[in-house]
């Protein structure tokens, strides 16, 4: 079994910054991780994927050139780097495991895993 906690979210100014983390507890050694998101009234949407080694990642486009997922192995723990924040960024982030046997990573039923979630509001 696989926990998952979100942590690092809050309330940021139209360009400004914030860093998420995700603690994972249970093995998580091989799985592919990822950030969702989900705002008031519309559905669930891919943000980011990382593969196990580090070496495969995925953007939305919509994120692309201004977050940044990483990951510590040694940490179990995934973090998503949130660089020029915009007002339509805000959304409650969620993230998730895929204890694999997928090839595609940017939908949430690719995920076996999701921690609670933590609320992202960007002011404009």
């Known amino acids: 079994q696989v926990q998952l906690v979100e942590s690092g979210g809050g309330l940021v100014q139209y360009g ?3 860093r ?26 891919f943000v980011s994927s990382i593969t ?7 953007y939305a486009d919509s994120v692309k050139g201004r977050f940044i997922i990483s990951r510590d192995n040694a940490k179990s723990t995934v973090y ?11 959304a409650v982030y969620y993230c998730a495991a895929s204890g694999g046997g997928r090839t595609a ?9 999701w921690g609670q979630g933590t609320q992202v509001t960007v002011s404009s």
Not at 82 to 89: F, H, Q, T, V
């Open 16 to 18: 400004g910054s914030l």
């Open 20 to 45: 998420l983390s995700c603690a994972a507890s249970g093995r998580t050694f091989g799985y592919v991780m990822g950030w969702f998101r989900q705002a008031p009234g519309k559905e669930r949407e």
């Open 52 to 58: 196990s080694s580090g070496r495969s990642i995925e």
């Open 80 to 90: 998503l780097q949130m660089n020029s924040l915009k007002p339509e960024d805000t």
């Open 105 to 113: 990573f940017s939908t949430p039923g690719a995920y076996d895993y």
